[in-house]
């Protein structure tokens, strides 16, 4: 388990948000007849007869469960593990990665179900996501897509380690289960903590092992966009001239990218690109539009570790071209013809 979050910070967190998801969870419940009769009616009187409303309310109600779920087993796990001294041991680590699988697969279904999120993965994207094992590099336009590869990866029986921004320890979910899976919660405004992180990552890597990290740092945003392509025109020229075409996602940020490429030179690299998420720029506005009419288009391509340069400026302008390249493939697909 990589951590290097004092003790003091983390409880103090989990003494706020394990109650408040307990709480939230336990009100839904059982206060579920009420909640969902009051949706119908307001999409009633919407005029929405599909019921987004409604199906949105039941997906949140599914997540919280889930999430307590995962906060009453985790200190059950905690026992098992010899009270927390043998939480790092494999087995421990199998526990915790079938809670969460279980918890995935519960609720990529629901998605699917309630909201209409399907997936369209292309001929031959599935052949690239092998292991052996991986850096994941994904982009990121909503908070949907950030369990896309742990999805994709399960669906083919293997694990993945997620590089998370830090404010999803709010979730009590991911703080207590996807640390102790070896996953790494990255603050944005601590670099050399996040790269002795990441560095850490390595350990435990194996064959059936991906490394996700979504490099864009962020979700996409039009105005972010305009915002760092005119920051790279001051910084570096020449990179700015390299991603000016972008239209889609943000620049890569390196730094996280180079970084894991340093810690597990053996790894391949798996790019992996999608669309369909791209006109909803928050969940409250695919809220809006659900049960979603296209399903999620899903492509992926992979860099043999032998092929991708070793110096960082020649790795820099590679990163960037595969960024390129998947800025093009979203754009022949959502761009109207």
């Known amino acids: 388990m990589i951590d290097a979050e004092p003790l003091a910070v983390r409880w103090r967190r989990r003494s706020r948000t394990i109650p408040a998801m307990l709480a939230i969870t336990a009100v839904a419940v059982a206060g579920a007849p009420f909640l969902i009769a009051a949706a119908v009616a ?13 199906r949105v309310l039941l997906f949140g109600i599914q997540y919280a469960i889930n999430d307590s779920v995962e906060i009453l087993l985790a200190p059950v796990f905690w026992l098992m593990a010899g009270f927390g001294t043998t939480l790092d041991r494999p087995t421990s680590i199998r526990r915790h990665e079938r809670l969460q ?3 995935i697969g519960v609720m990529s279904r629901r998605a699917e179900r309630l909201l ?34 742990t999805l994709l990866y399960q669906r083919l029986g293997y694990r993945t380690r997620g590089v998370i921004m830090a404010e999803l320890l709010a979730d009590p979910g991911f703080d207590l289960i996807y640390r102790r899976t070896g996953s790494v919660f990255i603050a944005r405004d601590n670099g050399p903590q996040a790269l002795q ?11 059936a092992t991906a490394i996700v990290i979504f490099p864009e ?8 966009l305009t915002r760092f392509l005119a920051k790279l025109i001051d910084t570096d020229p020449y990179r700015a001239q390299r991603v000016s075409g972008l239209r889609h996602v943000l620049p890569p ?3 996280g990218v180079l970084a894991l ?7 391949d690299v798996v790019v992996i690109a999608h669309a369909g998420l791209d006109q909803f720029g928050s969940f409250k506005e695919l809220a809006r539009a659900v049960p979603l009419k296209d399903a999620i288009q899903v492509t992926a391509w992979r860099i043999a570790s032998d092929t991708i340069p070793t110096d960082t400026p020649d790795r820099v302008a590679w990163l960037d071209q595969q960024w390129v390249h998947v800025d093009q493939w979203i754009h022949e697909r959502t761009s109207p013809h």
């Open 42 to 54: 307001f999409d009633l009187v919407q005029g929405r007869l599909r019921f987004p409303s409604v």
């Open 101 to 103: 699988a279980w918890s």
């Open 116 to 149: 209409g999120l399907r997936l369209d993965v292309e001929p031959g994207a599935n052949d690239s996501l092998t292991p052996g094992p991986v850096i994941v590099l994904c982009r990121h336009v909503n908070i949907v897509d950030a369990s896309l590869p």
């Open 197 to 207: 992180l990441l560095d850490r990552l390595q350990e435990g890597v194996d064959a």
């Open 217 to 224: 740092g962020r979700l996409f945003r039009p105005e972010l």
């Open 253 to 255: 940020r390196p730094g």
């Open 261 to 267: 490429l340093d810690s597990i030179p053996r790894a």
